[in-house]
């Protein structure tokens, strides 16, 4: 009868004091097994110390038997529904091949999609590709021009060298040809009597200008797109540690006056030495001014390195007792040792600067001989600024003036350069605007191709020009002025109002051929009116 209950309701068996003899003893614990953490070996281990290993495993044999017997006495128990779930699942496949249809149509689709993007990826890359090859090409092309130009003008002056009269009392065989920012300067020198020496001066100086210019494109054609050229600050930082390392204990020797080395300037003659001689034979490309950019970096950071090993940061003496020169003496003699001045003389800064000038110059000069003043309307320059300027000539003058003092441009050691250009680029747009003047006056410009602009102009087109240089007036007494004393800030107070004297000058000189504007402007307005009313 006991056979025929529910387990649940059968009686337990129990021992001589009551306790279930199918209990399992306490240290084992069966909900440890259900955890999904459970990890055999610890479990084991923490028994091992007062648990028999065949205890353990007679009580593991047991807990599975009844495990066993629970999974069929559910198995019996829900026999029934296992049964009817196989009926259930008759019209299954009718329902699943009516699904396969739809699903393979979509993947159809997803794999026709998927090759059509694949194939505009393909179409897309391969324009990319044609289209860098393409502007590789146009690179090339105005390089080319650009150099057959150089070329071309370095053979006219070479030809004219010859020409020069002896006796320097004409000068009409010598070519009027400008260059950028000349100004007819050329010229106006010939025109005078002058001697053969100096006018042959003038034309080999402009040859030189041309050379340079002709060897930055030599060297930026012989670059290879993806090269990294030589870069000379990550080495100086590796110089410095070696130096902090391993060096700096000769250096305190010989820097003693006690101890009989003060006689030999081991940071110069040796450390220095070494340098200059790794960069001259390992990396010369990185004193090539060829590259501009590059060639500043590689200077600044020479300088830096210089003011590192003197404790001098630029100009100004600063924790000497940190440096390598203790004293002022010292930092006297480190700069006249002959390696350093070597040093210093390895980079050709002129040449920079002449390339510079050729890239800052030229790109007004091209600006200006366009034969019609070009209007745009909110106009913007590649930084963003100009917007108030109405003429693209206009928009040039600003950026070339600001390319002069660009970080990535300016130079401390050309400043005086650098600000006679943009006195130059002041005085050339002067000259553009005076020339279209005095063209429209005599109404012939054929003579002045500068002056071209101003024959074509509509009486209307003057109100850009006075609203630019009304603007340009602002901008060189303002924000520049401020901007390039700030620069030249370390320069003495004579030389600071030299500066601002000559520039508030240029900003003059503009204002004053606004009232040649007006006058022109009303009397092309009352011509006009003549003709259209009474002609």
């Given at each position: 009868m006991a056979d025929l209950l529910p387990p649940s309701s059968r009686p337990v068996a129990t021992?001589?004091?009551?306790?279930?003899?199918?209990?399992?003893?306490?240290?084992?614990?069966?909900?440890?097994?259900?955890?999904?953490t459970f990890d055999p070996d610890p479990y084991l281990s923490s028994l091992r110390p007062f648990v028999p290993l065949e205890s353990l495993r007679s009580e593991l044999r047991s807990h599975?038997?009844?495990?066993?017997?629970?999974?069929?006495?559910?198995?019996?128990?829900?026999?029934?529904?296992?049964?009817?779930?196989?009926?259930?699942?008759?019209?299954?496949?009718?329902?699943?091949?009516?699904?396969?249809?739809?699903?393979?149509?979509?993947?159809?689709?997803?794999?026709?999609?998927?090759?059509?993007?694949?194939?505009?990826?393909?179409?897309?890359?391969?324009?990319?590709?044609?289209?860098?090859?393409?502007?590789?090409?146009?690179?090339?092309?105005?390089?080319?021009?650009?150099?057959?130009?150089?070329?071309?003008?370095?053979?006219?002056?070479?030809?004219?060298?010859?020409?020069?009269?002896?006796?320097?009392?004409?000068?009409?065989?010598?070519?009027?040809?400008?260059?950028?920012?000349?100004?007819?300067?050329?010229?106006?020198?010939?025109?005078?009597?002058?001697?053969?020496?100096?006018?042959?001066?003038i034309l080999l100086e402009r040859i030189a200008s041309e050379m340079n210019r002709l060897k930055f494109y030599i060297a930026h054609a012989q670059e290879v797109p993806g090269s990294s050229p030589d870069k000379l600050v990550e080495d100086y930082e590796q110089i410095k540690g070696c130096i902090e390392r391993d060096c700096k204990f000769l250096l305190d020797i010989s820097s003693s006056a006690n101890s009989g080395f003060h006689v030999f300037d081991f940071l110069a003659n040796s450390i220095l030495q070494e340098v200059l001689v790794a960069i001259q034979k390992g990396k010369p490309g990185a004193l090539s001014p060829g590259r501009p950019v590059e060639f500043l970096k590689n200077y600044k950071g020479s300088l830096e390195f210089l003011s590192y090993l003197e404790a001098d940061r630029f100009g100004e003496m600063i924790c000497l007792e940190m440096g390598y020169c203790p004293s002022r003496s010292a930092v006297s003699k480190f700069r006249s040792e002959a390696v350093y001045n070597d040093f210093v003389k390895m980079w050709n800064v002129g040449v920079y600067f002449s390339l510079r000038f050729q890239e800052i110059a030229g790109a007004l000069d091209s600006a200006l001989v366009v034969p019609t003043i070009v209007p745009v309307q909110n106009a913007q320059s590649n930084d963003g600024g100009h917007n108030d300027l109405m003429l693209k000539q206009s928009i040039a003058l600003v950026e070339s003036l600001k390319s002069c003092w660009r970080e990535d441009v300016f130079l401390l050691s050309c400043s005086d350069k650098f600000f006679r250009l943009s006195l130059q680029l002041v005085s050339r747009y002067s000259t553009w605007l005076s020339s279209g003047l005095a063209a429209r006056k005599s109404h012939s410009g054929a003579s002045n191709p500068i002056a071209e602009w101003a024959i074509a102009a509509a009486p209307e087109d003057f109100i850009y020009v006075l609203h630019d240089v009304a603007y340009l007036v602002t901008e060189l007494n303002g924000e520049y002025l401020g901007h390039v004393t700030q620069l030249l800030s370390s320069c003495s107070p004579e030389v600071l109002d030299l500066v601002k004297h000559s520039?508030?000058?240029?900003?003059?000189?503009?204002?004053?051929?606004?009232?040649?504007?007006?006058?022109?402007?009303?009397?092309?307005?009352?011509?006009?009116?003549?003709?259209?009313?009474?002609?």
């Amino acid at each position: 009868m006991a056979d025929l209950l529910p387990p649940s309701s059968r009686p337990v068996a129990t021992d001589l004091f009551g306790d279930p003899i199918d209990a399992s003893p306490s240290w084992l614990d069966k909900s440890a097994f259900l955890s999904p953490t459970f990890d055999p070996d610890p479990y084991l281990s923490s028994l091992r110390p007062f648990v028999p290993l065949e205890s353990l495993r007679s009580e593991l044999r047991s807990h599975l038997s009844s495990l066993e017997s629970e999974l069929v006495e559910l198995i019996n128990r829900d026999y029934s529904d296992f049964v009817s779930l196989s009926g259930r699942l008759v019209d299954v496949g009718p329902a699943v091949a009516r699904m396969r249809g739809p699903l393979s149509e979509f993947r159809a689709k997803a794999e026709a999609f998927r090759a059509t993007v694949a194939e505009v990826l393909t179409m897309l890359d391969d324009g990319l590709r044609k289209r860098a090859g393409a502007a590789a090409a146009r690179e090339a092309l105005e390089m080319l021009l650009d150099t057959f130009h150089v070329v071309s003008k370095v053979e006219k002056l070479i030809k004219e060298l010859p020409t020069v009269p002896a006796d320097g009392s004409t000068a009409d065989a010598v070519s009027s040809e400008r260059g950028p920012l000349s100004n007819g300067n050329l010229s106006q020198h010939v025109e005078n009597p002058t001697n053969l020496r100096e006018t042959q001066s003038i034309l080999l100086e402009r040859i030189a200008s041309e050379m340079n210019r002709l060897k930055f494109y030599i060297a930026h054609a012989q670059e290879v797109p993806g090269s990294s050229p030589d870069k000379l600050v990550e080495d100086y930082e590796q110089i410095k540690g070696c130096i902090e390392r391993d060096c700096k204990f000769l250096l305190d020797i010989s820097s003693s006056a006690n101890s009989g080395f003060h006689v030999f300037d081991f940071l110069a003659n040796s450390i220095l030495q070494e340098v200059l001689v790794a960069i001259q034979k390992g990396k010369p490309g990185a004193l090539s001014p060829g590259r501009p950019v590059e060639f500043l970096k590689n200077y600044k950071g020479s300088l830096e390195f210089l003011s590192y090993l003197e404790a001098d940061r630029f100009g100004e003496m600063i924790c000497l007792e940190m440096g390598y020169c203790p004293s002022r003496s010292a930092v006297s003699k480190f700069r006249s040792e002959a390696v350093y001045n070597d040093f210093v003389k390895m980079w050709n800064v002129g040449v920079y600067f002449s390339l510079r000038f050729q890239e800052i110059a030229g790109a007004l000069d091209s600006a200006l001989v366009v034969p019609t003043i070009v209007p745009v309307q909110n106009a913007q320059s590649n930084d963003g600024g100009h917007n108030d300027l109405m003429l693209k000539q206009s928009i040039a003058l600003v950026e070339s003036l600001k390319s002069c003092w660009r970080e990535d441009v300016f130079l401390l050691s050309c400043s005086d350069k650098f600000f006679r250009l943009s006195l130059q680029l002041v005085s050339r747009y002067s000259t553009w605007l005076s020339s279209g003047l005095a063209a429209r006056k005599s109404h012939s410009g054929a003579s002045n191709p500068i002056a071209e602009w101003a024959i074509a102009a509509a009486p209307e087109d003057f109100i850009y020009v006075l609203h630019d240089v009304a603007y340009l007036v602002t901008e060189l007494n303002g924000e520049y002025l401020g901007h390039v004393t700030q620069l030249l800030s370390s320069c003495s107070p004579e030389v600071l109002d030299l500066v601002k004297h000559s520039i508030l000058q240029g900003g003059k000189s503009l204002e004053d051929v606004v009232p040649a504007f007006m006058d022109t402007m009303i009397e092309a307005i009352v011509e006009k009116h003549f003709i259209t009313h009474v002609g």
